[in-house]
């Protein structure tokens, strides 16, 4: 197979991995335009050298956990194939199906026990703030995050719908991790919980 995503660049990474967000799948299990975007822009991140790999994180509301719907990070995968990237440079976050279990997750199942600190989150450009946000304050100071935002053509309506609807889940955020300065596990895991589902 033809591997169009090798490495352009012999730089040192800056990141240890490229973290590219799911977005809802269509009703037919495939990738929304939003979802394309985010993994061929992941792809180019790693063929420029920004990280040896790319993490694809989401499960997606109602999918996974023995269910036969793909999940969201599964049907990243085959489009970040398709692209040219190595099934080698590919590591799956699936449990996730909100933004904060996505920093939560990647934090818990795929960074800690990896020794991975310095992450570069690809997602819309209406997502990407509060993308940067959650993981901020779920992964804490120790991590170095950043965040790279996909152009999405959103304007008009729908655009000033999505900023209302990221300001409320920003706000709500921020009330729910009022008052933690560094990551509380057990608040954290009770959030988690309560949110099974939401954005």
């Not at 979802?35 to 790319?54: F, N």
């Not at 036969?68 to 190595?86: F, H, I, K, Y």
């Amino acid at each position: 197979m033809n591997r169009p995503a090798s490495r352009t660049s012999t730089a040192e990474p800056t990141f240890d991995a490229v973290v590219v967000l799911g977005d809802a799948l269509l009703p037919d299990d495939t990738l929304s335009a939003f979802g394309r975007d985010r993994v061929r822009r992941g792809a180019e991140l790693v063929r420029q050298g920004a990280a040896p790999r790319m993490l694809l994180a989401g499960r997606g509301p109602g999918r996974g956990l023995g269910r036969r719907m793909p999940t969201e990070a599964a049907a990243m995968r085959e489009e970040a194939l398709r692209l040219g990237v190595g099934d080698d440079e590919l590591v799956l976050e699936d449990e996730s199906d909100s933004t904060l279990q996505n920093a939560y997750f990647v934090k818990t199942r795929v960074l800690e026990p990896r020794g991975w600190t310095r992450v570069l989150l690809v997602t819309s450009a209406w997502h990407a703030q509060r993308a940067l946000v959650t993981f901020q304050r779920v992964l804490g100071c120790a991590f170095a995050v950043e965040v790279m935002p996909v152009p999405d053509g959103l304007c008009g309506a729908e655009l000033e719908r999505r900023r209302e609807l990221e300001s409320y889940y920003l706000g709500e955020l921020n009330a729910q991790l009022e008052g933690m300065v560094e990551p509380d596990p057990a608040r954290l895991e009770s959030l988690i919980g309560q949110r099974r589902g939401n954005p």
